[in-house]
Antibody, heavy 117, light 110 residues
Framework: EVQLVESGGGLVQPGGSLRLSCAAS????????MNWVRQAPGKGLEWVSY????????YYADSVKGRFTISRDNAKNSLYLQMNSLRAEDTAVYYC??????????WGQGTLVTVSS | QSVLTQPPSASGTPGQRVTISCSGS????????VYWFQQLPGTAPKLLIY???QRPSGVPDRFSGSKSGTSVSLAISGLRSEDEADYYC???????????FGGGTKLTVL
């Protein structure tokens, strides 16, 4: 069973940085591409970033391009999101999710990032 | 404004069949697979339909997906109270080089 546990969220001032982590277990992490998806309070889902199995293909939403960096460590079964120059509009629950193009997939429970002074 | 357009709300009574639409364009739905996610209140999203009309194991066959051109639909038959949730469509968008989500549809079981 796919298990994903996000961590690293919290309160940060505008312009600050945070690094989110996602610990994977219950599946072969190095066989799945991964995504970060966020959800602002009371709002819908917004895709943030994608990373392929070997990290050679990476995509970002325009809203975070140049500020966020996705990475993974297959040896540690972990996914990361480095978030810099944070803005109020980045306030959201951040979910990590496996590749949903295949049947076996899953989402973490999310970690809340609040950007406020 | 979402790239994929969904009605903000839908409703039905127990046992009824309801459909939720999602419209896009040639750069997303028209040329890529569509995925549907269910988000129950206070929980993380869950994959409901993948590759337009495939159900992951464990998803009841009451849920079905269909696609026509640049629009897709999610149908839920034999509506149950536990189906009350937010539903999102998603597809890769070649123009954006990213994933587009619909704005979500809140389904209420009356």
């Amino acid at each position: 069973e796919v298990q994903l546990v996000e961590s690293g969220g919290g309160l940060v001032q505008p312009g600050g940085s945070l690094r989110l982590s996602c610990a994977a277990s219950g599946f072969t992490f190095n066989s799945y591409s991964m995504n970060w998806v966020r959800q602002a309070p009371g709002k819908g889902l917004e895709w943030v970033s994608y990373i392929s199995i070997s990290s050679n293909t990476i995509y970002y939403a325009d809203s975070v391009k140049g500020r966020f960096t996705i990475s993974r460590d297959n040896a540690k079964n972990s996914l990361y999101l480095q978030m810099n120059s944070l803005r109020a509009e980045d306030t959201a629950v951040y979910y990590c999710a496996t590749d949903w193009t295949v049947e076996t997939t899953g989402w973490g429970q999310g970690t809340l990032v609040t950007v406020s002074s | 404004q979402s790239v994929l357009t969904q009605p903000p709300s839908a409703s039905g009574t127990p046992g009824q069949r309801v459909t939720i639409s999602c419209s896009g364009s040639s750069s997303n739905i028209g040329s890529n697979y569509v995925y549907w996610f269910q988000q129950l209140p206070g929980t993380a999203p869950k994959l409901l339909i993948y590759r337009n009309n495939q159900r992951p194991s464990g998803v009841p066959d009451r849920f079905s997906g269909s696609k026509s051109g640049t629009s897709v639909s999610l149908a839920i038959s034999g509506l149950r109270s536990e189906d009350e949730a937010d539903y999102y469509c998603a597809a890769w968008d070649g123009s954006l080089s990213g994933v587009a989500f619909g704005g979500g549809t809140k389904l209420t079981v009356l």
